[in-house]
C-alpha cells in the first residue's frame, strides 16, 4: 500500500517519532518499555527540572547521550535515505532529538523538537558537543551552564524549523506518520495541517493513536523497519 501511494504523489512527507528508533535499540517514551514509564516527564525534561533538578536532569541526558555513541541507525533510516535521494520523498519531519536520521544521511530532516547530540550554554549560547556531558563538564568558560539543545517540556519550539514543518505539511500530498503517539502538540497539529491541506495520511504506529480516525490509512501491530523494508523491495530500493 505504501509502495503505491509513494508512486502516485509528488509531495510526500515522513513525519517520525521515537518509535522510529526503538529497533536500532533507542527506547521510546510512551510505550510499555518507554522511559516516561512511571515517570513525569516534567521531572526531568523540563525547564523547571533543569533549574530545581538539575542532578537528576544532568544524569537524564547523560546517560542518553552515552546510550547514543554505540546506537546505529537501523534498516529504515537508510530507505528512507534512499527514498529521498530517488525524489520518492520531500522531506522528513522529526520530534527525535537522537540524530538518526542525519547519521543516516538524510538531507531533508526537519528537527522540530532540536538535539541532545550537541550541547549550549544557557547563559552566553556557547555551543558545545555532547562530548562535554559524556565527560560530566557542565559548566560554560562564562559560568552559565550547559544543556542539551533540545526543546525542553515549557519551551518554546524553533520557530523557523516549526514553520517548515507546517509549510511541509500544508504542501504534502501524501503525510506518513512513523512511531508516534501523537500526543504531543505543538506537533500532532502536523498531521491535522496536512490532512486539511487534502493530503492522504498513513499512520504506522504499533499501538493506536488519538489521529487514527482521521487517517486514511492505519497500521498497527507491525514493525516500521518490516513496513518500510516492504514497501522499498515494491519499489526496487
Ligand atoms: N514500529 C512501530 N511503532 C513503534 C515501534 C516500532 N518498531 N516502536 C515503538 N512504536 C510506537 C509505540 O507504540 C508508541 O506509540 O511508537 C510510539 C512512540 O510514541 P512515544 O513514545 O510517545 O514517542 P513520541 O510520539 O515520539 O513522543 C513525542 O514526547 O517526550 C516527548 O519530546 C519527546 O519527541 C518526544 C515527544
Keep these: ?41 516534567r521531572s526531568l525534561a ?20 552515552r546510550a ?17 535521494k530517488q525524489g520518492w520523498l520531500q522531506s522528513v519531519i522529526t ?9 543516516a544521511g538524510n538531507p531533508q530532516v526537519i528537527p522540530i523538537h ?13 555551543t558545545y558537543p555532547e562530548q ?24 518554546m519550539l524553533d520557530e523557523r524549523a516549526l514553520e517548515a514543518a507546517e509549510q511541509a505539511a500544508r504542501q504534502a500530498e501524501l503525510f506518513i506518520v512513523l512511531g508516534s503517539s501523537l500526543v504531543v502538540s505543538p506537533a500532532n497539529w502536523l498531521p491535522r495541517i496536512a490532512r486539511e491541506h ?10 493506536p493513536t488519538p489521529l487514527d480516525t482521521l487517517a486514511d490509512y492505519v497500521i498497527h501491530g507491525r514493525k516500521i523497519g518490516d513496513v518500510l523494508q516492504e514497501a522499498a523491495d515494491k ?3
Excluded at 68 to 84: A, E, I, N
Design 68 to 84: 547514543l555513541q554505540t546506537v546505529k541507525p537501523h534498516r529504515g533510516y537508510d530507505v528512507l535515505t534512499s527514498w529521498g
Design 132 to 155: 562535554r556531558y559524556l565527560d560530566e563538564e557542565v559548566r560554560c568558560s562564562c559560568g552559565g551552564f550547559i544543556r542539551p539543545s533540545v526543546v525542553l517540556f515549557g519551551e
Design 1 to 41: 500500500m505504501i509502495a503505491n501511494l509513494l508512486q502516485a504523489s509528488k509531495n510526500t512527507v515522513v513525519f517520525t517519532g521515537a518509535g522510529m528508533s526503538t529497533e536500532s535499540g533507542v527506547p521510546d517514551f510512551r510505550s510499555a518499555q518507554g522511559l516516561w514509564r512511571g515517570i513525569d516527564p
Design 114 to 126: 532540536g538535539t541532545i547530540r550537541e550541547l549550549h550554554c544557557e547563559a552566553c549560547r556557547n
Design 46 to 65: 523540563s525547564i523547571e527540572a533543569l533549574r530545581d533538578n538539575t542532578n537528576d536532569f544532568v544524569s537524564f541526558y547523560s546517560s542518553r547521550i
Design 198 to 207: 487534502s493530503a492522504k495520511l498513513v499512520i504506522v504506529n504499533e499501538e
Design 95 to 103: 520530534q527525535n532529538t537522537d540524530g538518526l536520521h542525519e547519521i
Design 235 to 237: 519499489l526496487g530500493y
